[in-house]
């Protein structure tokens, strides 16, 4: 599938080198893309190798440079590996997207499996942290960059059945602000987007009646897509937001603003 830009937009990524964990589905695949689309070397990694693969093929044969990494963000050294995969591959990282993560089951808090909420945190919350760790020396390395780290429309609000995700994502949130605070003054902006309910690979699960109240929610009356998430998780990589740092953003169809 193709990404059509502004003409102004097609280069912005030029020269750049970009890391989109989870990017082998969904809102990662959209916004390895759309990076590639703007010029970036994009790595796309996934614990899922083969769907990485298959990605890093589509991006190179639209002309991207781009490559797949085999990566399980709940596991340090894998992260640590995929980093340092990264910076052999394209001799740097000026760009990453902390995106992989997964849902979980539907359940109230005092029936929530421990091992479920551990795995959750441990993708959705660690994940996250693992990931800054071994991105940012290489960042720092690279003369600086920007850092997105995608949270959730839960980032912000509570979701009944759904405490280990809702708990992580707020933890994102957290961790976002405070990384910013030690790396704005080194040319390193970090921030986080808040998707509302997005058609992904991530709500498969879900249909009939559990699907429309989510639609229900959002006062666009849809779900959103990749596309649209992508969009801003792009701009805020971008010089066009050289002045945002340590925030987050929601792209929510007006879920949050009832
Ligand atoms: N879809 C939504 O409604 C929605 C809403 C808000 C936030 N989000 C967040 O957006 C992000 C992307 O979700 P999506 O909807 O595109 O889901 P998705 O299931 O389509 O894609 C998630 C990707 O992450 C990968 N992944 C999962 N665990 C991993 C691990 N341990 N290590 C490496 N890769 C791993 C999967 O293989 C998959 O390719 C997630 O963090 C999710 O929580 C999604």
Known sequence: MSTHLPTAYEAEFAGKVALVTGG???IGLALSRRLAASGAAVVVADHNEESARKAAAELEATGARAAAVALDVT????????????????????????????????LPTGEYGIEDWNRVVATNLSGVFYSMRYELPAILAAGGGAV????SILGTNGFAGSPAYAAAKHGVVGLTKSAALEYAAQNVRINAVGPGFIDTP????TDGPARDHLVSLHPAGRLGTSEEV?????FLLSDRASFIHGSYHLVDGGYSAS
Do not use: Y
């Not at 894998?78 to 000026?94: C, I, K, N, W």
């Not at 992508?230 to 792009?234: I, K, N, P, R, S």
């Open 24 to 26: 082998a589905s969904g």
């Open 75 to 106: 596991d340090p050294a894998s992260v640590e590996a995929g980093v340092r995969f990264v910076v052999d591959t394209f001799g740097g990282l000026h760009l990453a997207v902390n995106n992989a993560g997964i849902g979980g089951p539907s």
């Open 148 to 151: 997105v780290n995608i949270s």
């Open 202 to 205: 991530l709500l498969r699960d």
């Open 230 to 234: 992508a969009e801003l998780t792009a």
